[in-house]
């Protein structure tokens, strides 16, 4: 158990629809990255928060949007999803967010889009 | 971009054995990191690697910083079902960079 959650570990939806995925880090850590796992891609760097504002983003589309609120857990979001969103999704946390941070990963949501 | 080239892709191999897989990069990396993960779970971080030629050792693991900057390896020695798993390098995209860039790493299955 890396001490990261994620919530829900399943999602089934359709088309076109918006979810939220929820992360809580580990008690301590101020940073939390969001990456996306796909059969095609492998692992994909979304976007990082560092204590609540953005630090660094990656191949995140504009139809997903990311916060880290007061209390340190983050939010994905995920808009007019289509078929190829369908992925396993990770959040992972670090202390301070320094690239030499180790990353503890969450369980992952896994979402599928029908 | 910054692309990490993981082989082999896959292997199958007895316990006992002793596995070696490796990871090649045309860009110059300064940290080499080796992810695990298991069926159903998040990446764990294995071996971190900070300087050019650096052996490091986790229990049975040993992985190496190559001197070139552009490669690393990862060995498992007296492999047992429970090293079962997909095994990944990562490297942060560049110099003093909070991304990491993953390889599409090596699914390794252990034969009892």
């Known amino acids: 158990d890396s001490g990261v959650t994620q919530t829900p570990k399943h999602l089934i939806t359709a088309t076109g629809q918006r979810v939220t995925l929820r992360c809580s880090p580990r008690?301590?850590?101020?940073?939390v990255y969001w990456y996306q796992q796909s059969l095609d891609q492998g692992l994909q760097f979304l976007i990082q928060?560092?204590?609540?504002?953005?630090?660094a983003k990656g191949n995140i589309l504009e139809r997903f949007s990311a916060q880290q609120f007061p209390d340190l857990h983050s939010e994905l979001n995920l808009s007019s999803l289509e078929l190829g969103d369908s992925a396993l999704y990770f959040c992972?946390?670090?202390?301070?967010?320094?690239?030499?941070?180790?990353?503890?990963f969450g369980p992952g949501t896994r979402l599928t889009v029908l | 971009g910054q692309q990490l080239n993981q082989s082999p892709q896959s292997m199958f191999i007895q316990e006992g054995e002793d596995v070696s897989m490796n990871c090649t990069s045309s860009s110059i990396f300064n940290t080499w990191l080796w992810y695990k993960q298991d069926p159903g779970e998040g990446p764990v971080l294995l071996i971190a690697?900070?300087?050019?030629?650096e052996l490091t050792s986790n229990g049975r693991l040993t992985a190496q910083f190559g001197i070139t900057r552009k490669d690393s390896f990862l060995n498992i020695s007296a492999s047992i079902p429970s090293d079962v798993g997909i095994y990944f390098c990562a490297g942060p995209k560049g110099a003093g960079s909070y991304q990491l860039t993953f390889g599409k790493g090596t699914k390794l299955s252990v034969i009892p």
């Open positions: 690697l900070y300087k050019a030629g």
């Open positions: 928060y560092y204590n609540g504002e953005e630090r």
């Open positions: 992972a946390s670090s202390v301070d967010g320094d690239y030499t941070d180790t990353q503890y």
């Open positions: 008690s301590g850590d101020l940073s």
